[in-house]
């Protein structure tokens, strides 16, 4: 077998135990005489594992009681429709702010619908880093403020939430889900792809708060009723099962290590390991300003966009792939999940110790 060090931003590694668990059960699972990919979504079988993800992600994340947790379709991007569909509907203004590709196509989505005012933005630095957002910025009237909590392209978080009082703060936690602890009590909702930290491309995970449903707009089509959505119990109709059979693999893996205290002290690790690393080097330099670096997304650059590509290719040769950064910023991005192993990161770093050696002059 040969497997490299996969550091693409999504989707994403997964842990190897996860795989084999999978292909382990791929012909019969539990038994049952079929894959998980044949069984019925109305069958006990599949019932165990919907409620069996949902337990778990309750568990490992702390999701208070009188919050809903939706398996549904579509990736991130679904719901930035489906967002303002059902709750853009009592002021039907919105606020937001805009560090990044992913929140600015957020924000161009809700704008359809209503009033959506950038409160800050980070455009002017190329998104290197997070706005400040004082209290004062929010007005109490918007129906929600939205951030993105980790941005994906550009390597920054938001280590620090906004304050936004009775408004309710929604995320975006695409990249940063299961990386760390989060307090979901200080959330109205938060949603993400799982092709990052949770699993297959096209299922998407959304926890919001029990009062906020139930207002979406006469237009909001029925697939993105999360009202609906959350009474069918992520059921209304055939649901992504294989991919949440996955997803199930993937948090009880987590559970399995330590859960998000432990992953969060290990990835923290993996981090630091590399800022140190960029920190220290002639050749190389991190591209965020320092107080927002993110854990999981790492951008960083020589300076000198030929050189950039010859880094890239000479990892890939040597089975580190996936370093290029986004198409829209160039440069290099090493993405860090949580299925990423420390050995990954320092497979990496003496990689590039050895790349500066050679080309620094
Ligand atoms: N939001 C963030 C933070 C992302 O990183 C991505 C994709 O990488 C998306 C949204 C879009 O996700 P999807 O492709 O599932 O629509």
């Known amino acids: 077998m040969n497997r490299v060090y996969n550091f693409s931003s999504g989707p994403s590694v997964l842990p190897l135990k996860v795989l084999e668990r999978a292909q382990a059960e791929f012909l019969d699972y539990g038994n049952s005489g079929m894959s998980v990919m044949e069984m019925s979504h109305r069958s006990p079988g599949f019932d165990e594992i919907i409620c069996a993800a949902e337990q778990l992600l309750r568990e490992l994340m702390g999701i208070p009681d009188n919050y809903r947790v939706l398996f549904l379709q579509g990736g991130a991007s679904t719901q930035f429709a489906a967002i303002p569909l059902n709750f853009l509907t009592g002021s039907k203004k919105a606020q937001f702010v805009l560090t990044g590709l992913w929140a600015k196509k957020a924000h161009a989505e809700s704008a359809k619908y209503g009033d959506c005012e950038v409160v800050a933005s980070s455009a002017d630095k190329t998104f290197s880093y997070i706005p400040a957002v ?126 998000i205290e432990a992953i969060e002290q290990t990835n923290r690790k993996k981090a630091a390991l590399l800022y140190d690393y960029l920190d220290s080097s002639k050749l190389f330099r991190g591209t965020v300003a320092e107080q927002d670096r993110s854990i999981m997304n790492i951008p960083f650059v020589t300076g000198d966009e030929e050189l950039d590509r010859t880094f890239v290719s000479g990892a890939k040769a040597a089975g580190l792939v996936n370093l290029a950064g986004h198409r829209t910023v160039g440069g290099m991005r090493a993405s860090i999940y949580n299925a990423m192993p420390v050995e990954g990161v320092e497979a990496l770093i003496q990689f590039m110790y050895k790349f500066e050696k050679e080309y620094h002059k």
């Open 134 to 259: 004082g209290p004062d910025m929010v007005k109490p009237d918007s129906d929600y403020f939205y951030i993105c909590h980790n941005n994906t392209i550009y390597g920054t978080t938001w280590h620090t939430l906004p304050e936004t009082g009775d408004v309710p703060l929604f995320a975006d936690v695409s990249s940063s889900i299961l990386s760390e602890r989060m307090d979901v009590s200080r959330f109205g909702l938060l949603f993400a792809g799982a092709q990052k930290n949770m699993g297959p491309a096209g299922l998407t995970v959304v926890i919001v708060r029990d009062d906020l449903l139930g207002h979406k707009m006469d237009i909001c089509p029925t697939m993105l009723d999360y009202k609906l959505q959350a009474d069918n119990r992520s059921l209304y109709n055939t649901p992504p099962t294989y991919s949440i059979y996955i997803c199930r693999l993937v948090l009880e893996w987590l559970k399995s290590i330590g859960g």
